[in-house]
């Protein structure tokens, strides 16, 4: 006995009769609110709108019934929350936003759709990639009557932070007749991310 039903949906029913061999077979089926549901002979329900009806399976006098609920149908509109960049080498935690909230399917499946020469891993909702090129993932939702949400989403694979180990300053000699000094800094690892040295004075003497 289902408990819910989408508007403008349909569905097959199926009632047992007890015993087998009972001789009156003929199932007689009927809705108490036909603005909500029909059910035909056959046992097959089809909803309107949203609201709540009686559904009813008899033979003779001996019957079964259940409540059943039609609800309206809410579109899922947008996905956000997924981020545009990450680290190459890290693995993240998708953690979508489904909009509207209440929207009425919500169960999202993800799948790779552009690798783009990167290496890519996606185990339900936590993805793993290493590259430097954007990839593109999919949220799928699905539901009955044959309701497909798709949304893409493009991930840029940032070169991975590499921390700076060492700065080398060459030996200087001063002198009164240079009025000023141009250090040419060692930075080391040479592919460490930020090359940029920032100069202060220490102490000035005074």
Do not use: C
């Amino acid at each position: 006995k289902p408990s819910f039903f989408m508007e403008y949906s349909n569905k097959l029913l199926h009632a047992v009769v007890t015993p087998s061999d009972t001789t009156h077979t003929r199932i007689n089926w009927s809705s108490s609110n036909k603005d909500v549901a029909i059910v035909n002979d056959s046992g097959e329900i089809y909803t309107y709108i949203s609201g709540t009806t009686t559904i009813r399976a008899s033979i003779d006098d001996v019957f079964d019934e259940f409540e059943l609920t039609v609800k309206k149908f809410i579109n899922v509109s947008n996905i956000s929350g997924i981020p545009t960049s990450m680290e190459s080498g890290e693995s993240i935690t998708l953690h979508p936003v489904i909009s509207p909230p209440n929207a009425t399917h919500q169960n999202i499946v993800w799948s790779i759709i552009d690798k783009n020469g990167n290496y890519v891993d996606l185990q339900g909702n936590v993805l793993t990639a290493r590259g430097s090129e954007y990839i593109v993932i999919r949220a799928t939702i699905t539901g009955e009557n044959g309701y497909v949400y798709l949304q893409n989403f493009n991930i840029m694979i940032n070169k991975a932070f590499v921390p700076v180990t060492d700065i080398t300053i060459p030996k200087f000699y001063t002198t009164e007749n240079i009025p000023f000094y141009l250090f040419d800094t060692t930075v080391k690892p040479t592919g460490a991310t930020n090359q940029t040295v920032t100069w202060s004075i220490a102490n000035d003497g005074g």
